[in-house]
């Protein structure tokens, strides 16, 4: 599966078979998660058979289901530590999907308090990416249409548009979408968002999205 396919198949996934995530897979998994780490400046952890955050009521009333392992989204307590860690955390998202992996972005759905990952002083525990075999492989999200997130004349270059429809396709919370992007000058890409529940994470996401879309072409992020 290339990225581009494993953004098509990637859905939130809330049910999963019980069954541990596979030793290859892991193991690549840890390896995409060291590097993200290192290129990010984060400490997302992969936690397998941790299923302590999820389990009790939420588990009972059918929100998340054996869910037994997941990426813990860690990094130091900054103000761009929820965009940083929606960025770097799709990449790991969308590489586990090419391994056949399930996932879903969990915000406030889980019990961060129980988990084993490791949160140093100044650091902070933003969310967690639940892991592994889905039951199904989900459902594709309803999703805005190009002119309601883009601020682009009508002649924008192929590799805008491309970008643009490329993030349409990422997850975001609630299914918001509230992520715009602006084509400034020629070459220039400016992205925002406005206020809303993981609104800064969803914007991590989308601008990676908007990245694989819009390819190697000349053209660079601006403030």
Partial sequence: MTIMEAVQARHSVRSYLDKPIDAQAAAELRAIVDACNAAGGLRMQLMLDDSAPFGGLLSKVGWLSNVRSYLALVGADEADLDEKCGYWGERVVLEAQRRGVNSCWV????????????????????????????????????????????????????WFRRGVECALLAPTAINQ???????????????????????????????????????????????
């Fill in 107 to 158: 915000g406030g759905s889980w019990k961060p308090g129980r988990s084993a990952a490791e949160v140093r002083p100044g650091e902070r525990l933003a969310l967690a990416v639940a892991l592994g075999y889905g039951r199904n492989p989900g459902k594709p999200h309803k999703s805005k249409a190009y002119a309601d997130v883009a601020d682009a004349p009508g002649n924008a270059p192929e």
């Fill in 177 to 223: 979408q509230k992520f715009r992007f602006a084509l400034v000058g020629a070459d220039g890409v400016r992205a925002a968002t406005d206020n809303g529940p993981f609104a800064k994470v969803d914007l991590g996401i989308a601008k990676y999205h908007f990245e694989l879309g819009a390819g190697e072409a000349h053209w660079q992020w601006v403030k």
